[in-house]
C-alpha cells in the first residue's frame, strides 16, 4: 500500500535518547478504519513510536504524514485538533480530579456543550462502571477502571486516530476482555486505532494488521492471522 492510500504514514524514522539509537529506519502505515497492532518485547521501541506520532518526541530522521500532510516534529499540542488522541502507557488519569472532571479535560478543546454531553455518554456507554463513579476521584479506582477512564478521555477530542499504549498492561484477565471488546466497538464506530501491546494473542485476534518490533526495527509485517501465524512470533510472542 502506498503512503497516499494512509490515514497514518511513517516512512524511514530514527529517534534517539541520547546515545541510544530508539528507533532504526522505522516505516509503517495504518489505513483509515482498521486497528494496527505494534508488538515486541520491552524496549523494542513500541511506545517510542507512538510518543513520535504524538509530538511527544521529536525524531532525528524520518517522516510521519497523517491525512497526507507531514506532521513530523509538529508539538503534541497542535495534533490533538487535527485527530490524534493518544490513550498513554500508565494511563495519567488526574488522580485528584473525579471521573467527570477527567473526561471533560480530554474535551479541553470543545465549546459545544452539547457535543460534550453527547460524548460523555458515549464514554459512559463504553464504559458503564464509569457512568457508576462520575462523581468519584479518579485515584479511587482500580487499575482497570482507571484504564477505561483514560480510553474514554482520549475519546473526548473525537479522534480520526487515536493511540493505544499498553491498554491491557497489569489488568485481571477479565478486565482485559472488556478493554479488547470496547477496542472493537471504538473500530465499528469509525475510529482508527494504532495498538502497542505486550498482550500479543489477544492484540493480533482484535487487529486487522500488525507490525513486530525488535530493537527499534521492524522485523515483520502483514495481516494479523499471518503475523500470529509466523512461527518467529509463536516462539517469541505467543508461548508457542
Excluded: W
Excluded at 72 to 88: D, F, K
Excluded at 169 to 176: D, E, K, N, S, T
Excluded at 180 to 203: H, P, R, W
Amino acid at each position: 500500500m502506498s503512503a497516499d492510500d494512509a490515514l497514518l504514514a511513517i516512512e524511514g524514522l530514527h529517534v534517539f535518547y541520547g546515545g541510544i539509537h530508539a528507533l532504526r529506519d522505522v516505516s509503517l502505515t495504518v489505513r483509515r478504519g482498521e486497528v494496527v497492532t505494534l508488538i515486541g518485547a520491552n524496549g523494542a521501541g513500541k511506545s517510542t513510536t507512538l510518543r513520535a506520532i504524538c509530538g511527544l518526541l521529536s525524531p532525528a530522521r524520518g517522516t510521519i504524514t497523517f491525512e497526507g500532510d507531514v506532521i513530523t516534529g509538529q508539538a503534541a499540542h497542535t495534533l490533538v485538533p487535527r485527530g490524534i488522541s493518544m490513550s498513554p502507557e500508565g494511563r495519567g488519569v488526574f488522580a485528584n480530579l473525579t471521573v467527570l472532571e477527567n473526561l471533560e479535560m480530554g474535551a479541553y478543546l470543545v465549546r459545544d456543550t452539547a457535543r460534550i454531553r453527547e460524548d460523555l455518554e458515549r464514554g459512559f456507554s463504553l464504559f458503564p462502571r464509569l457512568r457508576e463513579r462520575a462523581k468519584q476521584n479518579a485515584g479511587t479506582l482500580s487499575g482497570g477502571e482507571q484504564q477505561m477512564l483514560a480510553i474514554a478521555r482520549a475519546l473526548m477530542s473525537r479522534p480520526k486516530l487515536l493511540l493505544l499504549d499498553e491498554p491491557s498492561l497489569g489488568l485481571a484477565p477479565i478486565v482485559c476482555q472488556t478493554i479488547f471488546s470496547t477496542i472493537d466497538a471504538i473500530k465499528t464506530s469509525g475510529t482508527t486505532v494504532l495498538l502497542v501491546e505486550q498482550n500479543a494473542n489477544a492484540a493480533l485476534k482484535h487487529s486487522d494488521r500488525a507490525y513486530v518490533i525488535e530493537t527499534g526495527a521492524v522485523i515483520l509485517e502483514g495481516p494479523a492471522s499471518d503475523i500470529a501465524a509466523h512461527p518467529r512470533v509463536k516462539a517469541a510472542y505467543l508461548g508457542e
